[in-house]
Nanobody
Framework: VQLQASGGGLVQAGGSLRLSCAAS????????MGWFRQPPGKEREFVAS????????YYADFVEGRFTISRDNSEMAVYLQTDTLKPEDTAVYYC???????????????????WGQGTLVTVSS
């Protein structure tokens, strides 16, 4: 499967962005999906993930209820709604896919098989 992330940009603190990840070339509904981010000069970190049905979602502690992951299998896309953004949310955001019919949390980057190219989110103070 190929993944294409979009929706990043420059936003002021407190603002919102909706990130999208479009999939192609696979049976999207069979993939567990995740969002990761890599802040400048730091390691890539888990943000959120969603099971193949969309019925199970997981978030990193730093999200604190500000982000929402969702998916539309008919559109072959996964989304990350980011609200109340903070300057420390500045990062390149990546979507990732793992071919698995699982519902448990998958937070380790090395367990995902496919990655999008990333979209840059910059939050100004």
């Amino acid at each position: 499967v190929q993944l294409q992330a979009s929706g990043g940009g420059l936003v002021q603190a407190g603002g919102s962005l909706r990130l999208s990840c479009a999939a192609s070339g696979g049976t999207f509904s069979s993939y567990y999906m995740g969002w990761f981010r890599q802040p400048p000069g730091k390691e890539r970190e888990f943000v959120a993930s969603i099971s193949w049905t969309g019925g199970n979602t997981y978030y990193a502690d730093f999200v604190e209820g500000r982000f929402t992951i969702s998916r539309d299998n008919s559109e072959m896309a996964v989304y990350l709604q980011t609200d109340t953004l903070k300057p420390e949310d500045t990062a390149v955001y990546y979507c990732a896919a793992k071919r698995a019919y699982i519902t448990a949390a998958v937070t380790s980057a090395n367990r995902y098989e496919y990655w999008g190219q990333g979209t840059l989110v910059t939050v100004s103070s």
